[in-house]
């Protein structure tokens, strides 16, 4: 069974970067949708990028398009979320998970705390 860890949350000012990464183990990453979600205070969990098992472009929430990307890369067993342009309204606690389609996660990681502060 896979499971996956998430990295690279911080504190960041209004208008910066970080990247987030998800690292995978075991041996069917290639078979598996991947996304990310953040639970921001107070909120709801809000679904904001994936990429299916079959690869192509990553679907985007309105609420980041623009200015976060997502990418995985099998070999290294990781997905990665980019995110620039930071906004207060963006902290929270982001996860990444995995299952067979991007509306059907199974596996969660524990989560990343991201702060957008000055």
């Known amino acids: 069974q896979l499971n996956v860890v998430e990295s690279g949350g911080g504190l960041v000012q209004p208008g910066g970067s970080l990247r987030l990464s998800c690292a995978a183990s075991?041996?069917?990453?290639?078979?598996?949708?991947v996304g990310w979600s953040r639970q921001g205070p107070g909120k709801d969990r809000e679904e904001i990028a994936c990429i299916s098992r079959s690869g192509g472009s990553p679907t985007y929430a309105e609420s980041v398009k623009g200015r976060f990307t997502m990418s995985r890369d099998n070999a290294k067993k990781a997905a990665y979320l980019h995110m620039n342009s930071l906004k207060p309204e963006d902290t929270g606690i982001y996860f990444c998970a995995v299952g067979l389609r991007c509306t059907e996660f199974g596996v969660w990681g524990q989560g990343t705390q991201v702060t957008v502060s000055s």
């Open positions: 075991g041996n069917t990453f290639d078979y598996v949708a």
